[in-house]
């Protein structure tokens, strides 16, 4: 299991636990990540879910590069949709959803704690969108979700740049909610709490502030063409290679 859940009374603790590869997540791990999320949303004995990485370094340090790299536009868009289904599951699920950032929210790590209700910072935890260092482009709701937690001249800026941000920037710009530490025993307190309000409630004043979602459909179909592109090649490949990319503008 790289994917378990423990329950917390009616809270459920979901920990990505691919550690080897500082929880990249694999097509096995988000399969996995997607179904448990699936469960979750049906189950209401979980009225609230708390979504977190194993070990001390990484939350989720993004989408497998290694398994990218080998993908054309059609698998580079069925990748996608997977990933964006994770990420809806987090972002619609009618029960608050809380990502305990831990270290690592890289790419599609960032990109699931941005789909999540709230975020929460452990001191050491950095975020960014650093796709455009391997010529790609975010994949799992990075372009419209960052813009619509932190104004779009901060995610501009994010995603142009593809810089990462520690937990301080974090918070100033409004990514995460707070930072504390330890992040995980934060999150479950607020869990905790939210557990204890009424789920109808807390399901229609989600519903509502969800509100006009942005454009997911065409950041999925433009992040599975440019799996075509030369650039997206050599980026991906150079990262496996451990070596800068040289990118030709094809
Ligand atoms: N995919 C695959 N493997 C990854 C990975 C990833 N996203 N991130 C880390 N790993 C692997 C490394 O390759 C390494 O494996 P090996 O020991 O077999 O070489 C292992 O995890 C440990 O990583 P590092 O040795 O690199 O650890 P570090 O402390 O020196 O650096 C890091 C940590 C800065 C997070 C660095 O690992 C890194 O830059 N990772 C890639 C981050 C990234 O670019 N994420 C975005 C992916 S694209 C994406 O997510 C697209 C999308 O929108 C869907």
């Known amino acids: ?13 979901v920990t990505i636990d691919r550690q080897e590869a500082l929880n990249a997540l694999d097509v096995p791990t988000l399969t996995e990540l997607r179904d448990v999320l699936r469960g979750l949303r049906d189950d209401p004995e979980a009225r609230v879910v708390l979504l977190t990485g194993a070990g001390e370094k990484a939350f989720v340090a ?23 289904e994770a990420a809806t599951l987090l972002e ?17 790590g960032c990109e699931l704690a941005l ?6 910072a452990a001191p050491r935890a950095r975020f960014g969108q650093p796709e455009i260092n391997l010529g790609i482009v975010p994949g799992w709701g990075g372009t419209q979700r960052l813009a619509r937690v932190c104004g779009l001249g901060v995610a501009k ?3 142009l740049t593809g810089r990462n941000v520690d937990a301080e920037e974090a ?18 307190e607020v869990a905790t709490a939210l557990a204890a309000k009424s789920p109808v409630a807390l399901g229609i004043a989600k519903r509502l502030l969800n ?30 290679e451990k070596r800068e990319p040289r990118f030709v503008g094809r």
Not at 95 to 105: E, H, L, S
Not at 115 to 120: F, L, N, T, V
Not at 219 to 235: I, M, P, Q, V
């Open 1 to 13: 299991m790289s994917v378990p859940v423990v329950r917390e009374g009616a809270v459920a603790v």
């Open 171 to 188: 918070l100033r710009i409004g990514l995460v909610n707070a930072i504390a530490d330890p992040v995980l025993a934060h999150a479950l």
């Open 211 to 240: 509100l006009s979602p942005g454009a997911l459909d065409r950041e999925a179909e433009e992040f599975g063409d440019l799996f075509d592109s030369e650039d997206a090649k050599e980026g991906l490949t150079a990262f496996a």
């Open 62 to 84: 993004g989408a497998d590069i290694k398994y990218m790299s080998g993908l054309d536009a059609d698998g580079a868009k069925a990748w996608g949709a997977l990933g964006h």
């Open 92 to 108: 619609t699920m009618p029960k608050p959803t809380i990502a305990a950032v831990n270290g690592f929210a890289l790419g599609g």
């Open 157 to 159: 800026e994010l995603i």
């Open 115 to 120: 789909a999540c209700d709230i975020r929460y």
